[in-house]
């Protein structure tokens, strides 16, 4: 582990709106606090030297892909999927599932044919 | 007794009718190619996973069965590579990553499992930048992958290696996939052909997901024909795939046969007029031109399209790749297989911290770039203005292609602004790496299918691409002037490109392969 910073997760969502307070402009510019704010979202402990060249990274790479926003007028619909398709279902037919052995093969830790979690509640 | 120069030189089809006429087994073919990649692995680096003793016994199976007069798909018994993005049952699957270093998967690709079916033996996983993220491989978390033309340059990237594996005639063929050009740039930049379907043409299941939108398995070979065989044996409707087209594949090989004959008439190619200005090199744009010139020799009709929404396609792709990006690779937690790093002493040893410190660990630098840019893009109160500008931008370029698919059966471009470039040398700064895939990532957004083939050498002696762009769902439509335009390049040169390159891993893999 090569992180020297300690892992602040705070509960996430909480301070969301304060910490993107430059929403209306135009361009946004990231701030240390956002980009640290955005690895906990993500789950991910950056070190500060990690924070500092996102920083810079990411503020030139948003000016260049703000430009979508020109032609984006209200009249255009969105598209999520290239290719319209109906949604369609598969047979109700039985199908053999991985085993569990399986399931759980390339697991970090198992007991009991079960996957086994750090203490999800409490410590913090 | 063939040596092994003269069998791995050869296509894959011209392979196929050997296997066919009993000139040479499986078995053979295959421990040619996995001679030729003892010995050149250590210059190129395609691979990241060699399966040599399934891929034998593969071999020894499609021999059987074709003994036992079954009926085989053409390409029965000719070896592949496959893209370490795509899940193999019992071979260990990384998409070059850290936090999934050992990871074996349970279960096969739906792509996997068709070439299983059709007795093709598995050489081993190619290498690519970490979760396909990348122009160059040089994201690779294990080691970069060299250009078979000069090996101090770039293969391009994401799927390097695969484009590696099939230029320096460690095989035949290969997988890989195209999320924004990772297919068809690797494949300019090697001199090989790289094929990326309709999106929905090639199942996704079992391949590990990067931006789901956007993501396609597609062929990797040497010759148009080569490719358009592949096409045939993995493409096709799977129930396994929600966004799986659940129609027939069009005529892809019958359409490649029939270019080959060098007959355009009635065809019309549209310049597409925004791609190929500024930024591209004067050798590329040489190239282009000369190959356009061809297809017009051989009665095609040129014709100049508009599509005016290309310019913002980068835009909208750096805003929904990693938006898809940061979702797709929230699974990887430490939880049920890949890495697991628990937090230092003097911080809760919790889940979630244990979650952060592996992602962490676990992930590279581009990849980190892109969860956290695509988690500010889908944050509430920016979803709107980033996600959703996108998501418009797409429809555009739908219209687009559309509108210029009035105007003419296919459309071409340079594959690539510039030929392969030196490591390091963009490694640096994102912006100029993201240009590299200018021209390929509009058909990812428009969901069409796009290919690049070599175009021939630029004035710096390395390879350019020309691309096609046919109408979603009529992939054949490409493979007809594609064809056409390699034989007809080929006839110019009186030989492939590929004859041009300097292949010194050969010599001392040049042995006789026992019959």
Known sequence: MNSSRSCSLRGYGRKHDVMFDNYHEAMPTFTREQIDHLGDLARIALSDDEVERLQKELNVIAESIQKVQEVASEDVPPTANPVPLVAHLREDVAVTPLSQEEALAGAPRTESGMFVAPQILGGE | ?515
Do not use: C
């Open chain 2, 1 to 515: 007794m063939a040596s092994t120069n003269e069998l791995v030189k050869l296509s894959a089809s011209q392979m196929a009718e050997k296997l066919k006429s009993g000139e040479v087994s499986s078995k053979e073919l295959t421990q040619a190619h996995l001679n030729v990649i003892e010995s050149a692995e250590p210059s190129i680096q395609a691979f990241l996973k060699i399966s040599g003793d399934t891929a034998l016994e593969q071999a020894e199976d499609a021999d059987k069965r074709r003994a036992a007069g079954e009926e085989l798909p053409e390409l029965s018994g000719v070896p592949i590579a496959v893209k370490d993005m795509i899940v193999t049952k019992g071979i260990e699957t990384t998409a070059a990553s850290k936090i999934l270093e050992g990871w074996v998967p349970p279960y096969d690709a739906t792509v996997v499992e068709k070439l299983k079916k059709a007795g093709m033996p598995i050489l081993g996983k190619t290498n690519l930048d970490e979760f396909a993220q990348g122009s160059s491989t040089e994201h690779s978390g294990f080691h970069p992958t060299n250009n078979p033309w000069d090996t101090s340059r770039v293969p391009g990237g994401s799927g390097g290696g695969s484009a590696a594996a099939v230029a320096s005639f460690e095989a035949p063929l290969a997988l890989g996939t195209d999320t924004g050009g990772s297919i068809r740039q690797p494949g300019a930049l090697t001199g090989t052909v790289g094929v990326k379907p309709t999106y929905g043409g090639v199942s996704r299941f079992g391949a590990i997901a990067m931006a789901s939108s956007l993501d396609q398995i597609g062929p990797v070979g040497r010759t148009v024909l080569d490719t358009a065989l592949l096409h045939e044996v993995i493409g096709g409707y799977d129930e396994r795939d929600s966004t799986s087209i659940p129609e027939e594949l069009p005529k892809i090989v019958k359409a490649a046969r029939e270019g080959q004959k060098m007959d355009l008439k009635g065809l019309k190619v549209g310049v597409v007029k925004e791609i190929g200005g500024e930024g591209f090199q004067p050798g590329v744009k040489a190239r282009f031109d000369e190959s356009l010139t061809l297809l017009e020799q051989m009665g095609a009709e040129i014709v100049e399209v508009g599509a005016p929404h290309f310019p913002y396609s980068l835009g909208a792709y750096y805003i929904i790749m990693p938006s898809e990006v940061s979702s797709n690779l929230a699974r990887y937690d430490g939880m049920r297989y890949g890495l697991r790093v628990m937090p230092p002493e003097g911080v809760p040893q919790t889940a979630a911290n244990m979650m952060a410190y592996t992602r962490e660990a676990g992930f590279g630098d581009e990849v980190k770039r892109r969860i956290i840019l695509g988690t500010y893009a889908l944050s509430a109160g920016y979803y709107d203005a980033w996600y959703g500008s996108a998501q418009k931008v797409r429809t555009l370029i739908i219209r687009d292609f559309e509108a210029a698919f009035e105007k003419a059966d296919v459309l071409v471009s340079p594959t690539s602004p510039t030929t392969a470039f030196k490591f390091g040398e963009q490694i640096d700064d994102p912006l100029t790496m993201y240009l590299n895939d200018v021209a390929t990532i509009p058909a990812n957004l428009g969901g069409v299918p796009a290919m690049s083939i070599p175009a021939g050498l630029s004035d710096d002696g390395l390879p350019v691409g020309f691309q096609f762009f046919a109408p979603q769902k009529r992939d054949d439509v490409m493979y007809k002037p594609a064809a056409a335009l390699e034989a007809a390049l080929n006839e110019k040169w009186q030989a492939p490109l590929w004859s041009n390159l300097k292949t010194p891993w050969l010599d001392s893999a040049n042995q006789t392969v026992e019959a």
